[in-house]
């Protein structure tokens, strides 16, 4: 670790535990934190030609699989760069008593019993579980169907397992989240000091171009927004990999195809999944097949040259009726106080402060100031190169790569 590192994971260390303080040093946190957070991470406003080191770079991963999930794990696993110090399941697209087993099964498949399983959180923060059985089926693998793990988790909870590792190699371990947040807002709120040695945060969550759960929300921040905002407030770097690129990751037949010519057994594994999800979502009138969602937030750690990051203030709704879970960002290089990607600029709303919602008429306040300006504290992909991306991702699981 470099002078200017060790001296940025100093002064991050010295201020986490203001909310205010880590908004300020925010924007240095990313500057910092170009290469640390994101292994070859592009700069904000282009790809960079940059090949990633090949590591080993620490890594958690907090999953709720679901298929994506399954194929994310599977690559994973399948990646040299990355030293998986634990899989922490999450309830989110099925609950705790399916994904537990579920990644318990994978490690399986992966041939990497040598990864611990700790089992997470069976509830949102503060609300009651909202699954997407609909669209990973009631087992979460799509139907897919394997034999009972005989691997079994470890006595630890996640989120005491996040925070052990995080100690362990301070400055070292990034987490890939590929689910609801809970679990990593639970080891935030347990331990104020780890937020400022996470090395960096990867997520695959929210989206400024409108939601798939809702009108407004991305599923994993919907499901619980409280622990989203916590993670986005807590000044960790973080780089959101969200419905604005992941929507363009869908899986085909010639995929499938590949993956069932591979004989191993990740590649089968992986195409028994993708197959049946892909009948599942012909059988419910999609013409397309399923979005890789974490999959891309993991190959896009392995290689960021697969996505184009642009630098904003990401907050979190967490109290409309109608909007919760919503991810809203502002770029203050666009000059955008709306949600979008590439609107026009409005060159007003560079010293515009974050207002809450205007007071009711029983009530004598005036309408919050939530932040004096916005700083920047997530990088969020906007573009993405999808062949290099399928390149990747079925290289990796059939075996060629």
Do not use: W
Request: charged residues 20%; proline residues 7%.
């Amino acid at each position: 670790m470099d002078s200017k590192q060790e001296i940025f994971r100093i002064t991050r260390r010295q201020f986490v535990t203001s909310s205010a303080a880590v908004l300020a040093t925010s924007s240095l946190a990313h500057e910092a934190n170009a290469v640390t957070a994101l292994a070859g991470q592009p700069s904000e406003q282009g790809k960079s030609d940059v090949r990633p080191a090949r590591g080993p770079f620490r890594v958690i991963i907090d999953t709720d699989p679901g298929v994506d999930d399954a194929l994310a794990l599977l690559l994973a696993m399948r990646s040299p760069e990355l030293k998986i110090e634990a899989i922490t399941p999450v309830a989110g697209n099925v609950p705790l008593g399916l994904t537990l087993p579920n990644a318990l099964r994978l490690v399986e498949i992966a041939g990497r019993t040598d990864i611990p399983v700790a089992a997470g959180a069976r509830t949102p923060l503060v609300r009651r579980l909202v699954t997407a059985t609909y669209a990973h089926g009631e087992n979460g693998l799509g139907g897919a169907v394997f034999p009972e793990p005989t691997t079994k988790p470890v006595a630890t909870p996640a989120a005491e397992m996040i925070c052990q590792i995080v100690r362990k190699y301070p400055g070292e371990v990034t987490l890939i989240t590929i689910g609801p947040l809970t679990n990593v807002a639970t080891a935030i709120n347990s331990d104020p000091e780890l937020a400022g040695i996470v090395r960096g945060l990867v997520m695959m969550g929210g989206s400024l171009s409108g939601g798939n759960i809702t009108p407004a929300a991305e599923f994993n921040v919907y499901v619980d927004p409280e622990a989203a905002r916590i993670v986005f407030q807590s000044g960790i770097p973080i780089t959101m990999v969200g419905l604005d690129v992941t929507r363009k990751t869908s899986l085909t037949d010639d995929h499938v195809r590949t993956l069932e010519a591979a004989q191993n057994p990740v590649s089968q594994a992986a195409a028994k999944i993708g197959r049946n999800a892909i009948n599942h979502n012909r059988e419910h009138g999609y013409l397309v097949g399923p979005n890789m969602h974490d999959s891309l937030a993991v190959a896009g750690f392995l290689d960021p040259s697969i996505l184009k990051l642009q630098d904003y203030y990401v907050d979190v709704e967490t109290t409309g009726e109608l909007t919760a879970g919503e991810t809203l960002g502002y770029s203050p290089i666009a000059g955008d106080l709306r949600r979008r990607p590439g609107m026009e600029k409005d060159a007003a709303a560079a010293n515009m402060p974050i207002r809450g919602s205007a007071p009711t008429l029983a009530s004598t306040k005036t309408s919050p100031v939530l932040r004096d300006k916005f700083v920047p504290n997530t990088k969020v992909a906007i573009e993405v190169d999808s062949a290099k991306f399928f390149d990747l991702l079925i290289g990796r699981l059939s075996g060629s790569k």
